[in-house]
């Protein structure tokens, strides 16, 4: 019994391994989708919500890499997938892509 288990341990620790690299890859390709096409920032009025926009753009395209840094140094952040929290801030980089008068890319699902 304790030769089985033995044996189930490096098994289960390989599954979790290959699962979190998955997890991160898909995560990488969701940030190439952090891109804002089609805005001038020197064209833009100088406003604090325009600021606030430009602000919510870098931040979050920001919190994202580091997420994926933080990963791949074997830290696990939330309870949920790594690429759910990314496509979560996605969302909001693209409402303030949007509300800049720019168009992000169509995120494509990754599950």
Do not use: W
């Not at 190439?32 to 430009?54: A, K, R, W």
């Not at 759910?84 to 995120?107: D, M, R, T, W």
């Amino acid at each position: 019994m304790k030769l089985f288990l033995l044996s189930i341990v490096p098994l289960i620790l390989t599954g979790c391994i290959f699962g979190q690299s998955n997890e991160i890859k898909r995560a990488e390709k969701l940030l190439q989708n952090f891109q804002c096409n089609n805005i001038e920032t020197n064209q833009l009025p100088t406003s604090s919500i325009s600021n606030f926009h430009q602000q919510t753009l870098a931040v979050n395209k920001e919190k994202v890499s580091t997420y994926i840094d933080q990963y791949k140094n074997g830290e696990n952040l939330f309870n949920i997938p790594l690429d759910e929290v990314i496509e979560q801030k996605y969302q909001l980089y693209k409402q303030a892509c949007q509300a800049l008068g720019g168009v992000s890319p169509q995120s494509t699902p990754t599950h």
